[in-house]
């Protein structure tokens, strides 16, 4: 019998949880502190239990204490989105001991510039692993679960990045044009068989700690608007889920009303 490999290596192992036969469940893959956190709370104010992941489970604490504060249900994994063994466990201990997942959300980011001339074959790797290789493994243990129910959602955190690559952002850019590419071939396959699956290019800069430490003339626009909110990005995640497949949407991009493009 093959060794299965644990989900939680670095959190303690959380209680178990009751197979939950009413509340359908969205997993987001990358909740950091923004706009994975944000997608999180989203779908879980609308009733959804929901599983949230990165490789360091303890950072996931407040975010479940939060969900439970406001009603909702969550739990937390720690678990590497570049392993295939621990992403297959992950996925398979939602399907067993929680629900089918109704939503996916990729949202693992993996933006490290560096010139050419400084950049590492291991550090190149490394990103595109994290930005593009997990997105595909992710899907492709979620799609084995979706396509025989015939239903499902799939989300891609997308970048600019992901249309044009820059100055320094080589690696950056490769892993996030390979995501797009990887959306785009399973919205194909995947939509006839019921499946939604959309990519999202978050083009600008969003509300986060590293923006206000390091850029505070840009922050300085939150107060106009003027950078991504985590919760306005959350909720056209909510929006793309919901929409009818008469018209479903593959590709979104979300910029601040002031952002040049």
């Known amino acids: 019998m093959d060794k299965q490999p644990p989900v939680a290596r670095n959190a303690p192992a959380p209680a178990p949880v009751a197979r939950n036969a009413s509340a359908p469940v969205a997993l987001v893959v990358g909740a950091g502190e923004s706009t994975g956190s944000a997608v ?9 239990f929901t599983c949230v992941t990165r490789r360091n489970g303890d950072k996931l604490a407040p975010l479940v204490a939060q969900i439970e504060a406001d009603g909702g249900r969550a739990r937390a994994f720690a678990s590497d989105a570049r392993d ?16 089918p997942i109704e939503v996916a959300v990729f949202n693992v980011g993996a933006n490290v510039p560096a010139s050419i001339l400084e950049e590492t074959p291991r550090k190149y790797r490394k990103v595109w692993e994290l930005g593009a290789y997990g997105g595909f493994l992710v899907a492709r243990e979620v799609a084995l ?39 785009q071939s399973l ?22 700690a590293f923006i206000r430490d390091n850029f505070p003339e840009r922050y300085a626009l939150r107060e106009c608007d003027g950078i991504l909110r985590p919760e306005a990005i959350a909720e056209n995640y909510w929006w793309l889920h919901k929409q009818p ?16 493009w």
């Open 40 to 48: 999180a709370r989203r779908f879980a104010r609308e009733g959804y």
């Open 84 to 99: 295939e063994e621990q992403v297959a466990a992950l996925v398979r201990e939602i399907e067993e001991g929680i629900g």
């Open 145 to 183: 679960r979706m396509v025989p129910r015939g239903s499902g959602t799939m989300l891609f955190t997308g970048a600019t990045a992901s249309l044009r690559g820059g100055a320094g952002f080589a690696a950056f850019a490769g892993a996030k044009h390979s995501l797009r590419a990887l959306a």
């Open 245 to 260: 497949r008469s018209a479903w949407t593959f590709e979104m991009d979300l910029r601040p009303w002031c952002e040049r």
């Open 187 to 208: 919205a194909r396959e995947l939509g006839p068989k019921g499946i939604h699956v959309a990519h999202v290019v978050i083009d600008g800069a969003i509300d986060t």
